[in-house]
């Protein structure tokens, strides 16, 4: 069987009513067709998954399309799990165009993406070797490559909330390879053939060995945003328009980033936000939940300095101030004067803290105006009210 050509949106959104109706039929929260990277040795293997267009709670006529094409290229579509994914063919493409037939002529530019790529893939040769398409019906732990990077693409290009989506089991999922550009290299394979590729010269010049491609593999940043290394940003980060990531000791990990206009020289690890307005100096360190913050995910408030090579333990909130080389911690105790800790409450009239000369640091987490600082003379831990403005150029932005 077959989708016979739809002329009319009327008629498609009779197919969309059709398919949607099927017994068991589930919306997907989210889909898209990839092209995949299969092993070199192992070509069952998926190594990567790259996604032209992904659908995060959105286009579910196109959804509705997608799933009779696959059912009318007798496949059956699996909606009792969390994902589905399958191999798409000529057939598949043939039905969609039938159903797409309205929309093929307007789809240009920002309108009707998914027709757009079921017209190019109808250019397309070897569709059934190169693209898969992906459903997830339900965010649970990922059982597929091409689920992982669905949600990853969705962090990356800020269609999901950082912190938001399940990613348990991704690392075990994701093979280690070694990345050449954008092409990655099962490790096994370039053992094998080892001596041959390096008597040969093809021997390729490996980038690195990961997971995990560059976010640069992926995404393509908002016009004002800079990122200087292209390793030192990890697909799945979320990066924010104005954010510069500059060279050196800077880095920032996947399911993290920055909400707005950030200055990075410092390690963003995963899981850890940043403040729009924030400078996250050289060398500065933001703990990951891995990393001594006792599961506590930190977000970094706007306007907010961390100085350069300090580290930080705790979630802070906006215009505070963690001086260059002070190591904030959970734990960490530190000292407020009587008049001080005044002004503090005053600055953050929630607060629930009373007076004492000593606090851990986590009693002070998400409060706002904090300038922590060392005392030179006996090394004590001192937290002020905050009363320099925390500026980035706007030239640099």
């Not at 990567?48 to 799933?67: C, D, T």
Request: proline share 3%; with cysteine; hydrophobic share 40%.
């Amino acid at each position: 069987m077959a989708i016979s050509t739809i002329n009319s949106t009327e008629e498609f959104k009779t197919l969309v009513a059709e398919v949607t109706g099927q017994d068991g039929y589930r919306e997907p929260i989210a889909f898209g067709i990839a092209r995949v990277d299969r092993g070199q040795k192992n070509v069952d293997k998926v190594l990567q998954a790259n996604y032209s267009l992904i659908n995060w709670g959105e286009n579910f006529g196109s959804a509705a399309v997608f799933i009779k094409a696959l059912q009318e290229s007798n496949c059956e579509v699996d909606f009792s799990g969390s994902e589905f994914v399958a191999t798409v063919n000529f057939n598949f493409i043939a039905n969609a165009m039938s159903a797409f037939a309205p929309y093929l002529g307007e789809a240009t530019g920002d309108a009707h993406k998914n027709v757009q790529v079921i017209k190019a893939l109808s250019t397309m040769e070897d569709i059934a070797k190169h693209f898969r398409i992906t459903f997830l019906f339900a965010d649970e732990a990922s059982e597929s490559v091409e689920a992982v990077y669905l949600k990853l693409y969705a962090l990356s290009q800020g269609k999901a909330p950082l912190r938001s989506l399940n990613l348990d089991g991704a690392f075990g999922i994701l093979s280690n390879v070694a990345w050449v550009g954008n092409t990655p290299y099962e490790l096994e394979y370039l053992r094998d053939n080892e001596i041959e590729m390096k008597l040969n010269g093809t021997f390729p010049n490996i980038d690195s060995v990961d997971k995990f491609p560059r976010y640069l593999q992926h995404i393509i940043p908002a016009d004002n945003t800079r990122i200087l290394e292209a390793s030192k940003v990890r697909m799945g980060a979320q990066l924010a328009g104005g954010t510069i990531v500059m060279p050196g000791a800077s880095y920032i990990n996947f399911n993290a980033g920055t909400l707005g206009s950030v200055m990075v020289e410092g390690r963003i690890s995963s899981s850890a936000i940043v403040g729009a307005g924030s400078d996250i100096g050289g060398g500065a360190s933001i703990l990951g939940v891995l990393s001594g913050t006792d599961g506590n995910p930190i977000s970094i408030g706007e306007n907010t300095l961390l100085g350069a090579n300090s580290t930080c333990g705790i979630p802070l909130g906006d215009a505070c101030i963690l001086d260059g080389g002070v190591a904030i911690f959970a734990g960490t105790k530190v000292k407020i004067s009587v008049d001080e800790l005044a002004k503090i409450n005053e600055a953050n009239p929630e607060s629930m803290l009373e007076n004492s000369e000593v606090f851990r640091a986590d009693e002070l987490q998400g409060l706002n105006g904090l300038h922590f600082r060392q005392n030179s003379v006996t090394g004590a831990i001192v937290v002020n009210r905050s009363v320099r403005e925390v500026k980035l150029n706007t030239e640099l932005h």
